[in-house]
């Protein structure tokens, strides 16, 4: 797989919060790339760094330095965005399942996968009949119409995955996705996000604490004080 | 899918109880503009239901509303001669005090000669002025029934018929009564003195004087030119009906008029004021929603659109709440509380303006929302 294209690729990125004596080094001249079809896991200590990573390969957070790639070219480079709509690249080229699952209170599973889809351009008929075959997928059809109040933390993980997975983003980013979600669950979830890796050329980066699912990753990345420390 | 109202759906109860309030202030807001409105309604429906073209007045004066005018009775034949007058009517005008079982009517009496211009232009129940003494019109604002008698002067009137909506620019309700009959009771109600000296035959000892002629014009005749002419009498003064109106408008309820009306633009802007926060607090209460939304790739487009969605909706729904808690009440108003059509167009486009002024600082906001905000627990 050495000549597979690289969908995510930083170089030297790093990112400080805070001014002065209490600044923190969250990210520390991080360099990273992943590539087309492979998974990737992202673990190290609570502070480590592993969320501000995540959130700067999905231009939520500007880092302060380094390049971002993401597939074709920079996104960030010599300390700005090239592409002013970040939202746009967010909507049609990242799914993220974040750690909070983030859906939207007044939506119901269904609309929740499809809003995203929405957004993207989709026509809501066919955003809906295909955000309720995702929900199957993943198991949670019966929770179609519930209202995310009313999902256990296993069932909102699943429909916030659909959600990532609605637009066929071509980078897929998961931060502690498998949290909430028993060992049985939480494999199954990596061995669809493997098979998304595989059958869409697709990015996907992982933070994970759990060690049970370890195996499922082609690569792990260990991140210690902002640092990348060790590759497996 | 429209996320506005599907974020209603989520909190109705919260929301309705928002648009309650909102309801609640624009009724009173509504209530103002239709009290102004009525002020200004009043002053001019005396002139307008008389269908009075020109006021002959005495000279030197603006009367007989914004300043007191006497003329003599017989100037009417001389007004109805000039070119141009189809037809004059002698009117007297006072405020009075009517006796009515039980309680006193304070009214505007309007004297004139039934059959001459003066007189309502319509009759809502019973009939107008015949020839009779001691009959009169009442407007159903007096509160009397027809047939009712009440005392003024020492004399027992009837009432023979009802007119509806015709007041005084004070509010009184309107009065008519035959000419003769007004003047009699103009002499029986004046200070004894000068009746002493009028019946003992002083000074001019003339009873028929009268407050003002109004004159109907022939279609044809050019009102300014009808007044020229009449203004060549040295004796008299002549208003147009234009004239007359602005008068009404500009010097006899002027205060009132003018009061009311600064009155209602501050409670607009005050109305703008809250509405405006509302609308900013509803935002904010979805501080988490819109930065989820920009975390999953919506556009400014969809978040701007939420804001002024909800924004309309919470005018719109005050708004009718409002209207109709006030068009429920409005006919309890001692006065009248003219909100027609046209002002109920004005005032929900003032709503919606203020609604989309009002979202503007909170759409401001919503944009500079970080999409990190969503982030955490
Ligand atoms: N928005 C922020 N403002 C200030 N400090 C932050 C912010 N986000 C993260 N940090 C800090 O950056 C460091 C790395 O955080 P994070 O990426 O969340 O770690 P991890 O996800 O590995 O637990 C921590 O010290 C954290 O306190
Ligand atoms: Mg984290």
Redesign the interface.
């Known amino acids: 797989m050495a000549e597979r294209r690289t969908l995510i690729g930083l170089s030297g990125i790093t990112k400080r919060f805070g001014e002065g004596e209490q600044a923190v080094r969250a990210l520390d001249g991080v360099s990273l790339s992943v590539a087309a079809g492979e998974v990737v896991g992202l673990r190290g200590p609570s502070g480590s760094g592993k969320s501000t990573l995540l959130n700067v390969v999905a231009c939520i957070t500007a880092p302060d330095a380094g390049i971002l790639a993401l597939g074709d070219g920079p996104v960030w480079e010599g300390g700005h965005y090239t592409d002013p709509d970040l939202r746009a690249l967010r909507r049609t080229r990242i799914g993220f399942i974040f750690q909070f699952h983030n859906l939207l209170p007044f939506l119901d599973a269904t609309d929740n996968v499809a809003l995203a889809m929405t957004l993207a351009g989709k026509e809501l008929g066919a955003a809906r009949a295909r955000a309720k075959a995702l929900l199957a997928f993943l198991g949670v059809e019966k929770r179609a119409g519930a209202m995310p109040a009313r999902l256990s933390g296993g069932e909102a993980q699943r429909v916030a995955i659909a959600r990532a997975l609605a637009n066929d983003p071509p980078i897929i980013l998961a931060d502690e996705p498998t949290a909430a979600l028993d060992s049985e669950r939480a494999r199954s979830v990596l061995d669809l996000l493997r098979r998304v890796a595989a059958e869409r050329e697709a990015a996907v980066l992982v933070v994970t604490h759990d060690e049970k699912i370890f195996d499922r990753f082609d690569r792990m990345v260990t991140l210690r004080d902002g640092r990348i420390d060790a590759v497996a | ?1 429209n ?1 506005a109202l ?2 209603i ?3 109705l109860g919260r929301f309705l109880i928002t648009c309650v309030g909102v309801g609640l202030l624009l009724s009173v807001a509504l209530a103002m503009v239709g009290i102004y409105q009525g002020v200004v309604a009043e002053a001019l429906t005396l002139t307008r239901s008389l269908g009075a073209d020109l006021w002959v007045v005495e000279a030197g004066t603006r009367g007989p509303f914004a300043e007191a005018s006497r003329v003599p009775g017989d100037v009417r034949e001389i007004v109805a001669r000039v070119p141009g007058v189809a037809a004059a009517g002698a009117v007297t005008l006072r405020t009075a005090e009517m006796a009515a079982p039980g309680r006193i009517i304070r009214a505007q009496l309007l004297g004139y000669e039934p059959g001459r211009p003066g007189g309502p232009s319509a009759i809502a129940a019973g009939r107008g002025l015949g020839g009779a003494r001691f009959e009169i019109v009442a407007d159903a604002r007096a509160g009397l029934p027809l047939g009712a008698t009440v005392t003024m002067g020492g004399d027992r009137y009837r009432v023979v018929g009802l007119t509806r909506g015709l007041v005084a620019s004070g509010g009184d309700p309107l009065v008519f009564l035959h000419l003769r009959d007004s003047q009699e009771l103009q002499f029986k109600l004046s200070p004894p003195a000068s009746r002493r000296s009028a019946a003992a035959g002083a000074g001019a000892g003339n009873t028929d004087t009268v407050n003002a002629i109004v004159a109907r014009l022939h279609r044809a005749a050019d009102a300014d030119a009808v007044a020229e002419a009449v203004r060549r009498w040295k004796h008299l003064a002549a208003l147009t009906d234009a004239e007359q109106s602005s008068l009404l408008l500009r010097s006899v309820v002027a205060r009132a008029r003018v009061q009311l009306g600064m009155f209602t633009v501050v409670l607009l802007f005050v109305t703008a004021v809250i509405i405006a926060l509302i609308i900013y607090t509803m935002t904010m209460d979805k501080l988490r ?1 819109i930065a ?8 400014d487009r ?1 978040i701007v659109g939420l804001v002024l969605q909800q924004a309309l909706l919470l005018g719109s729904v005050g708004f009718v709440a409002g209207l109709s808690l006030l068009l429920a009440v409005r006919d309890r108003f001692p006065r009248t509380v003219a909100l027609g059509p046209e002002e109920i167009a004005v005032m929900a486009g003032v709503v919606a303006v203020i609604c989309i002024l009002g979202s503007a600082v909170s759409i401001r906001a919503a944009l500079r929302i970080d ?2 905000a ?4």
């Open positions: 899918m996320l599907r974020d759906r989520h909190r929603e989820t939304l920009k975390l999953i790739g919506a556009p969809t999409a990190q969503a982030l955490g627990g």
